[in-house]
Nanobody, 121 residues
């Protein structure tokens, strides 16, 4: 199996910064994509940002210019640097990865348990 462990959430004032990190481990043959989704109370889960194994990135319009995603294929990690945070960024942030599993060589999606980000004065 594959595990994703997130770290770096917390409470920050508007305009502040946080950095989220996620590490993948387990029966990993290769990772195609890693990224972050978020879900606020009463809202649907939405893509924040993703990065492919080739380094191609994607961002939600609401975070462009403020958030930066980076990945390390060798370490199987992904990080999200979040700057100029706004109260509307408050959500639970979930790491996800599209992984080819060793046992089956099938591409599957995995999720972390989530980390809370609260932006408030």
């Amino acid at each position: 199996q594959v595990q994703l462990v997130e770290s770096g959430g917390g409470l920050v004032q508007p305009g502040g910064s946080l950095r989220l990190s996620c590490a993948a481990s387990g029966s990993i043959f290769s990772i195609k994509v890693m990224g972050w989704y978020r879900q606020a109370p009463g809202k649907e889960r939405e893509l924040v940002s993703s990065i492919t194994s080739y380094g191609r990135t994607k961002y939600a319009d609401s975070v462009k210019g403020r958030f930066t995603i980076s990945g390390d294929n060798a370490k199987k990690t992904v990080s999200l640097q979040m700057n100029s945070l706004k109260p509307q960024d408050t959500s639970v942030y979930y790491c996800y990865a599209e992984v080819v599993v060793i046992e089956t060589l099938v591409l599957r999606e995995y999720w972390g348990h989530g980390t809370q980000v609260t932006v408030s004065s």
